[in-house]
T-cell receptor, first 112, second 113 residues
Framework: NAGVTQTPKFQVLKTGQSMTLQCAQD?????MSWYRQDPGMGLRLIHY???????DQGEVPNGYNVSRSTTEDFPLRLLSAAPSQTSVYFC???????????FGSGTQLSVL | QKEVEQDPGPLSVPEGAIVSLNCTYS??????FMWYRQYSRKGPELLMY????GNKEDGRFTAQVDKSSKYISLFIRDSQPSDSATYLC?????????????FGKGTHLIIQP
């Protein structure tokens, strides 16, 4: 099993550009989520999904969109990148509500 | 006041020492408590998972939860250089797999050989 796979690992964008961060898991987990990690701020929840076709907002959803068309994939879309979105992004999945999250290796995003 | 407080360190100890890491929190509704370990440029990995109050031991690691004091701890015995990492506490009231975990900022731990 590959676990949770995130692509790309690194990305540089210009302000105003859009892009999609990819996340895929092969553990048949129903629950998936996106976090961002900033120095001095810890990990913060952006969006989450409790199953295919069901998504909801987390703590910091502004500027991001998600969709969940399959159990395996949970892409995160940046609509119009801003310097404030410079961060490391982590995708996570879980088998149940219990919070035993499995994380991907992260995408380091810089917005200039 | 942040919901979860955690000293960022760095905490530097010699190899073989007992390490104590801790977090305090303000939300009395939290019931699920976790410790994650994160190596540089990697994703967090789950170390310990506890529901409600009490102790849990797994090898060299012991997690303690004191809900009355809103205080959780992670102890590492016989610390090794490979334990050098950032340790994140995390908690939730409903099971964070569904609607997310609240994380501390992480403590950077350095084990000196």
């Amino acid at each position: 099993n590959a676990g949770v796979t995130q692509t790309p690992k690194f990305q540089v964008l210009k302000t105003g550009q859009s892009m999609t961060l990819q996340c895929a898991q092969d553990m048949n987990h129903e629950y998936m989520s996106w976090y961002r990690q900033d120095p001095g701020m810890g990990l913060r929840l952006i969006h989450y999904s409790v199953g295919a076709g069901i998504t909801d907002q987390g703590e910091v959803p502004n500027g991001y969109n998600v969709s969940r068309s399959t159990t395996e994939d949970f892409p995160l879309r940046l609509l119009s990148a801003a310097p404030s979105q410079t961060s490391v992004y982590f995708c996570a999945s879980s088998f149940d509500r219990g919070g035993k999250l499995f994380f991907g290796s992260g995408t380091q995003l810089s917005v200039l | 006041q942040k919901e979860v407080e955690q000293d960022p360190g760095p905490l530097s100890v010699p190899e073989g020492a007992i390490v104590s890491l801790n977090c305090t929190y303000s939300n009395s509704a939290f019931q699920y408590f976790m410790w994650y370990r994160q190596y540089s440029r990697k994703g967090p990995e789950l170390l310990m998972y506890t529901y409600s109050s009490g102790n849990k031991e797994d090898g060299r690691f012991t997690a303690q939860v004191d809900k009355s004091s809103k205080y959780i701890s992670l102890f590492i015995r016989d610390s090794q250089p490979s334990d050098s990492a950032t340790y994140l506490c995390a908690m939730s009231h409903s099971g964070g797999g569904a609607d997310g975990l609240t994380f501390g900022k992480g403590t950077h731990l350095i084990i000196q050989p």
